[in-house]
């Protein structure tokens, strides 16, 4: 079955890009698109956007648009947004009033209306160009009220009648809570938000959104499992147990456009099982851009990552300074957000030059050095819903040493040296201990060449690609088709 699909989201790579949603955005619609789907895909025109690649066309009577959000009125227009040859067309949503700030997401007291809006906006594409969508794929809080205008506003109208609402759920840490005086912006959508949320006096957009959607999922099995539990369902847990057996997790795949170390655009030297020569080149070339010293007799791991509670920095603001005053090994981090996480990372390169090295900021290409050039990649995760790097890593012949969490579970298997079976470091605690045992693991078997060797082949012979995610992301589509409203 060929399904018309509205897939709408706050990020797409390389355009548009926090994290890997927009990876995931990107692969995905590139894949379902190639396999002869229609794509509608829509996302705001931030004036973050890199709109290199994409050639911008005004779209016949899609210009100068209006939306009534509560007591304000936007002006916005729809956009065609042309790419390479392969890539389904962009359908942006320029609204300058809401889009024209300096990054994606923001905390000023209109972050709701930015997401109302390309919500309803989306909507409004599909009418305008007369798409009629079987699915409309939502993802993450942004997107999550989508499902309850289908519900109301769109209701009754024979262009949605097919329509049924597919909510992935990228990371259940970013609700999108708001105070319930904001419900006047919702319009009708206003009448089905739960009575409980707002006698507590706020509107939960993703909450609403697993209760309404007609398909819940997210980007894992274990995540799946995870987030209906107490520990891991950050108060969302009993909403998402009443779906019963419904959350499906779909492990996200790697863009091998993006991420193949045989032809990566943005390295220097290429490399594959057969001839690892360009491996050792990758790592030369990183320590020298870093000013690292490059010796061989000690690991060099890499992270590159946001700085937040969610990835566990904090697991290692004992652990490193140990390893790097013992010599263990050496460091490169990439990566910003929390601001005690970035002076930990800058007070850590200043005290162990040559061996550490941290770069503050976000840098799509150093992001690539580092998967080819490191020997290992470090994920201490307290939670991770399914994670890329640790299976860019896998893929780039590093060997991820990660928590037993979320999709890190699902992707990376403990190496056992006895059977030769496994593909990285797998530790189960989020604690200090756990993080230096797995790292002293790691050092030690670098030191056992063929089992390391070993290791890094059975990472890289790992497939995740993209079409055995979306083969199940059409299971999932054709399952939401086939629900009766
Ligand atoms: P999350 O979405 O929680 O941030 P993922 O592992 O799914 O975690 O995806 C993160 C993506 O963002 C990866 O493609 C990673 O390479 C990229 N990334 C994160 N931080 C940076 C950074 N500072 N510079 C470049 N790329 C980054
Ligand atoms: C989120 C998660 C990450 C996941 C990504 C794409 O940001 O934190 O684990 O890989 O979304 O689904």
Not at 136 to 156: I, K, Q, S, V
Not at 416 to 426: A, C, E, H
Request: one cysteine or more; hydrophobic letters at 40%; proline letters at 6%.
């Amino acid at each position: 079955m060929k399904f018309s699909v509205c897939f709408v989201t706050a990020e797409l790579a390389p355009h548009a890009k926090a994290g890997g949603l927009a990876d995931v955005s990107a692969a995905l619609t590139r894949v379902l698109h190639a396999r002869g789907h229609d794509l509608l895909v829509v996302l705001p025109l931030h004036t973050a956007l890199d709109r290199t690649g994409i050639s911008l066309e005004p779209i016949d009577g899609l210009d100068g648009l209006s939306l009534q959000l509560g007591s304000q009125h936007f002006r916005y227009s729809i956009l065609r947004g042309r790419r390479a040859p392969g890539l389904p067309d962009l359908v942006l949503v320029d609204c300058p009033a809401l889009y024209d700030r300096s990054d994606l997401y923001g905390s000023a007291a209109d972050e709701h209306l930015r997401f109302l809006l390309l919500s309803r906006a989306a909507l409004d594409a599909c009418r305008r160009l007369g798409f009629a969508p079987d699915i409309l794929h939502c993802n993450d809080w942004h997107t999550a009220l989508l499902p309850l205008y289908l519900r109301t506003t769109c209701a009754g109208e024979p262009l949605f009648a097919r329509a049924r609402s597919v909510l992935s759920i990228h990371n259940l840490g970013y609700q999108g809570v708001f105070p319930y005086a904001v419900a006047g912006d919702l319009g009708p959508a206003a009448a089905l938000l739960d009575r409980g949320e707002a006698a507590e006096g706020r509107i939960n957009f993703l909450r609403e959104g697993i209760v309404h959607a007609d398909t819940v999922s997210t980007v894992s099995p274990t995540y799946a499992r995870e987030i209906c539990t107490p520990e891991l369902g950050m108060g969302l847990d009993g909403v998402l147990r009443a779906r019963g057996d419904e959350i499906v997790g779909i492990l996200n795949g790697v863009d091998t456009d993006a991420w193949d170390p045989r032809h990566d655009r943005r390295l220097p030297f290429h490399y594959s099982p057969g001839d690892m020569t360009g491996k050792a080149r990758m790592r030369e070339a990183l320590c020298a851009r870093l000013g690292l010293d490059a010796g061989l007799s000690r690991p060099l791991v890499g992270m590159v990552t946001r700085l937040a509670w969610q990835k566990g920095i904090d697991l290692l603001f004992d652990v490193l300074p140990e390893a790097l005053s013992r010599r263990a090994i050496s460091l490169v981090v990439l990566g910003s957000g929390d601001p005690v996480h970035e002076d930990y990372f800058s007070r850590l390169a200043a005290d162990h030059p040559p061996l550490a090295a941290y770069r503050q900021g976000y840098d799509e290409e150093l992001a690539h050095w580092i998967e080819a050039g490191c020997d290992a990649f470090l994920m201490p995760s307290r939670y991770e819903p399914c994670g890329l790097n640790q299976m860019y890593s896998l893929r780039y012949g590093t060997v991820p040493i990660v928590r037993r969490t979320g999709g890190l579970a699902d992707s990376v298997q403990h190496f056992d040296p006895r059977t030769g079976q496994g593909t990285g470091i797998v530790f189960n605690d989020a604690d200090p201990d756990a993080v230096r045992w797995a790292l002293g693991h790691m050092a030690a078997l670098y030191g056992e060449r063929q089992a390391w060797t070993r290791m890094v082949a059975n990472g890289m012979a790992r497939d995740f690609s993209w079409d055995t995610a979306a083969d199940r992301y059409l299971e999932l589509y054709a399952q939401a088709a086939s629900r009766p409203r």
